[in-house]
């Protein structure tokens, strides 16, 4: 099992940046596969990126490749998602998870943290 803290929500313009961290602490963090997922009001919670334990192949959904990049520090045990030209349909409130090796689910999550874009 492993701990996991979202960061760095917070109310931006359209158009602007931010930057999500997730810290983790307990179980070996380079063996886990990490993602990012958020839910809007109203809304189900929906698959947004995704990053391999080595690092080396990342995914992200539809709607956001070319604005958001998803990394990891294995060093700093973090995951990141870098969040560019944000729009009102990105706000929502943002989660990490964590997939074990071997495994379909991700079964590790974090408290989630709020991301408000503004017209």
């Known amino acids: 099992q492993v701990q996991l803290v979202e960061s760095g929500g917070g109310l931006v313009q359209a158009g602007g940046s931010l930057r999500l961290s997730c810290a983790a602490s307990?179980?070996?963090?380079?063996?886990?596969?990490m993602g990012w997922f958020r839910q809007a009001p109203g809304k189900g919670r929906e698959f947004v990126a995704a990053?391999?334990?080595?690092?080396?192949?990342?995914y992200a959904t539809e709607s956001v490749k070319g604005r958001f990049t998803i990394s990891r520090d294995s060093a700093k045990n973090t995951v990141y998602l870098e969040m560019n030209s944000l729009k009102p349909e990105d706000t929502a409130v943002y989660y990490c998870?964590?997939?074990?090796?071997?495994?379909?689910?991700?079964?590790?999550w974090g408290q989630g943290t709020q991301v408000t874009v503004s017209s």
């Open positions: 998870a964590a997939r074990a090796a071997f495994s379909t689910t991700y079964r590790d």
């Open positions: 307990g179980r070996s963090f380079s063996t886990y596969d």
């Open positions: 990053i391999t334990r080595s690092g080396g192949s990342t």
